[in-house]
């Protein structure tokens, strides 16, 4: 029977593509790739007898039809798609439509633009006494966002936010996140993170739209906001010497 395999294609650089996810796109049979998120290069690892559809342009009846014609007998279906699926990737509709048809499918998870973005700046997003929470959200857009999880609510906890497809809107942003954050709260804007390519915008809340402004920047950014990164902390617990746990006895 023929098999989907829903694949996180990274934030970008080729290299950050896992050991399984490579595997599965040089022997897929059929190849439905996001063209307008996923680096282009991962195509270079499509066997030649490939079939590869840009799903760029499609609509979600388009990319079925697509599954729904190749599945025939023992064909590898790689759906690609940017970062890992499991955040903003719409592969439910997807998913739950291969369980209606009876069709095999596996998730193969990819690393997100926030671990990258943490990666590339060099910053922990965790930091002892001061943010043991990480937030993953966007802006109300042409996808709606429930009002408990409006921006001006989260915010109220203070904690280290990644906000997603959110940067056209960098005003709204901003005006949301200052009625819990003060306006001095450290913010940096990672533009195309891990590619060549790449712009870091560091600012603070009270000067970051502006910047970005500057910068011409309209997507394809994620803006990341807390007291994490000003990198004032209390050291782990976790190495301290007067810290005992299970595999560690005082010293």
């Not at 490939?50 to 599954?67: Q, R």
């Not at 009876?102 to 998730?107: G, L």
Request: net charge positive; with cysteine; aromatic share 6%.
């Amino acid at each position: 029977m023929a098999k989907v395999y829903f694949i996180g294609a990274g934030p970008g650089d080729i290299e950050l593509l896992t050991i399984k996810a490579s595997k599965i796109i040089k022997i897929a049979d059929i190849v439905i790739y996001a063209g307008s998120l996923v680096n282009k290069n991962i195509l270079k690892l499509v066997k030649k007898s490939a079939c590869i559809y840009d799903s760029s342009g499609m609509t979600l009846d388009e990319v079925l039809d697509i599954i729904r014609k190749e599945k025939v007998a023992d064909k590898i279906i790689a759906r690609i798609h940017s970062g890992d699926p499991s955040l903003y990737g719409s592969i439910q509709e997807q998913m739950d439509w291969c369980e209606k048809q009876k069709i095999e499918y596996e998730v193969i998870p990819g690393i997100s633009s926030y671990q990258a973005a943490a990666a590339s700046i060099k910053q922990e997003f965790t930091l002892p006494g001061v943010s043991q929470t990480v937030i993953l959200t966007r802006i109300s857009g042409r996808t709606q966002v429930p009002a408990k999880e409006d921006l001006a609510v989260l915010a109220k906890s203070k904690s280290t936010m990644a906000i997603f497809l959110s940067i056209s809107m960098i005003d709204q942003v901003v005006e949301k996140l200052t009625k819990s954050y003060p306006v001095d709260t450290a913010v940096v804007v990672i533009e195309r993170v891990s590619y060549p390519d790449e712009r870091i915008i560091k600012g603070t809340l009270k000067n970051i739209a502006k910047k970005v402004k500057e910068a011409k920047i309209k997507r394809q950014a994620l803006i990341i906001v807390g007291d994490v990164l000003r990198k004032k902390y209390q050291k782990s617990k976790l190495y301290d010497k007067d810290f005992e746990h299970g595999f560690r006895k005082k010293q």
